[in-house]
């Protein structure tokens, strides 16, 4: 599976910004997708996370009630609507896909990872 962020930018503080995250390859709808993000100097956190097909979520409490995530197995596309932007929201996020059913809220439990996209957002 190769996963491929995008739509990542520079936003004021407030505003909206929608990641997509693109896979190759089959069974995608097999596959728990998750978000991460890491900003500079800090570790890598988990940010949320999606299955399939009970399409369970479970989101960090830093982005709980302002990020969705939602996936389109029909377009191997997950996607993270992000609204409310604080600064401390600044990162390079990444997608992430683990083969099964379970959800997953640990880094270390992904088997494929995206490269990244910037979200920077000014105060």
């Known amino acids: 599976v190769q996963l491929q962020a995008y739509g990542g930018g520079l936003m004021q503080a407030g505003g909206s910004l929608r990641l997509s995250c693109a896979a190759s390859?089959?069974?995608?709808?097999?596959?728990?997708m998750g978000w991460f993000r890491q900003a500079p100097g800090k570790e890598r956190e988990f940010v949320s996370t999606i299955t399939w097909p009970s399409g369970s979520s479970v989101y960090a409490d830093s982005v709980k009630g302002r990020f969705t995530i939602s996936r389109d197995n029909a377009k191997n596309t997950v996607y993270l609507q992000m609204s409310s932007l604080r600064p401390e929201d600044t990162a390079i996020y990444y997608c992430a896909a683990k083969y099964g059913l379970q959800v997953r809220i640990k880094g270390s439990d992904y088997d494929y990872w995206g490269q990244g996209t910037q979200v920077t957002v000014s105060s």
């Open positions: 390859g089959r069974a995608f709808s097999s596959y728990a």
